[in-house]
């Protein structure tokens, strides 16, 4: 019970401590400090984008239309209220980079695994290629001895069997090689999409985008010139430089790259194609974070 008393009368002391230091500082007779909003019209125009989705645009004009009184001092209420303005707005921000590094979580899972399939199958595809290549340098070997020797006590046809049959041996075990096979994955999740399955209007089952990030991906850039949102501007890249099909051809390489397909079987094409957009769209959706440092630190000034 004593511990208790000593407790409250601690807490008593350090009240009355911080009232103390809170009323000196809005003494008339002292240098106030300076609370009044800063002038946050230096904020690019993305970032005034993302202070709107937030909801604290006209928060941070409120603050930037903040004067000083007349005696170049605050009321404490003016005080207060201007910390609960910056308080709205710091919290808004914080939400916003916390959505943001989720969104990026996911696609970086996403991409472990990718790389992780794409890594072991791409083994067992090496060793298959290197006993394809000794199977070839045997056989067509060992014929090609026979052929020749065959030749020395045999006439044709004999030597001409082992010799075709080598050069047969040369030619198409080589071009089997070149077949890209399909690995069964051992993935539980198969067919609930990923990340990607959104930018493609696919279905997806996972946590998804927060709907700050979604409408930052959906939005239009404030430097734009052709009026095109992220996620289009993505796809159109996607389209050039990964070669990436339009039209109902592309509907099959689409679903395995987003894995809404419930085939179990995956090439290595689709497993690159799949790990190369996943880093697209990871850079497209980390690039937001400029828009948070410049708005953080006008909120910071302020």
């Known amino acids: 019970m004593r511990n208790v ?27 106030p400090v300076d609370l009044r909003a800063g002038d946050f019209s230096s904020l690019t125009a993305d970032a005034k984008q993302l202070a709107k989705r937030l909801g604290i645009f006209d928060t941070l004009e409120i603050l930037s239309a903040k004067d000083l009184n ?25 939400y916003a980079a916390l959505e943001l590094e989720e969104a990026l979580a996911n696609v970086d899972g996403d991409l472990a695994v990718t790389n992780q399939q ?13 006993l394809n290549n000794i199977a070839t340098f045997v056989g067509s070997g060992t014929l090609g001895i026979l052929d020749s ?14 010799g075709i049959t080598g050069n047969s041996i040369a030619v198409g075990l080589p071009l089997l090689g070149l077949h890209q096979g399909k690995y ?15 930018i493609f209007g696919k279905k997806y089952q996972g946590a998804g985008y927060d709907p700050v990030i979604w409408s930052y991906v959906e939005g239009v850039p404030a430097n734009s010139t052709n009026s095109e949102t992220r996620r289009a501007t993505l796809l159109k890249s996607w389209q ?14 689409i679903n395995a790259v987003t894995d809404v397909s419930k085939d179990r079987k995956i ?3 689709i497993l690159r194609a799949r790990s190369e957009f996943l880093v697209d769209l990871r850079a497209l959706i980390q690039r937001m974070y400029k828009d948070i440092s410049d708005l953080n630190s006008s909120v910071l000034n302020l």
């Open 70 to 94: 007349a005696s170049g001092a605050q009321s404490s209420e003016q005080m207060i209220e201007i910390m609960l303005l910056r308080q709205k707005v710091s919290r808004s921000v914080q």
């Open 5 to 31: 008393y000593y407790n409250y009368i601690c807490a008593a002391v350090l009240a009355a401590a911080a009232s103390a230091v809170f009323c000196s500082a809005v003494r008339a007779d002292e240098k």
């Open 240 to 253: 050039s430089y990964r070669g990436l099909g339009k039209g109902s051809q592309a509907d099959a390489f």
């Open 267 to 269: 090439s290595l094409d």
């Open 184 to 198: 069964k994955s051992a993935e539980t999740n198969v067919g609930q999409g990923n990340m990607l399955a959104p």
């Open 118 to 130: 794409l890594a072991y199958f791409s083994g067992k595809h090496d060793r298959a290629v290197m």
């Open 149 to 162: 020797a065959s030749g020395i006590k045999y006439a044709a046809p004999v030597p001409n069997i082992f």
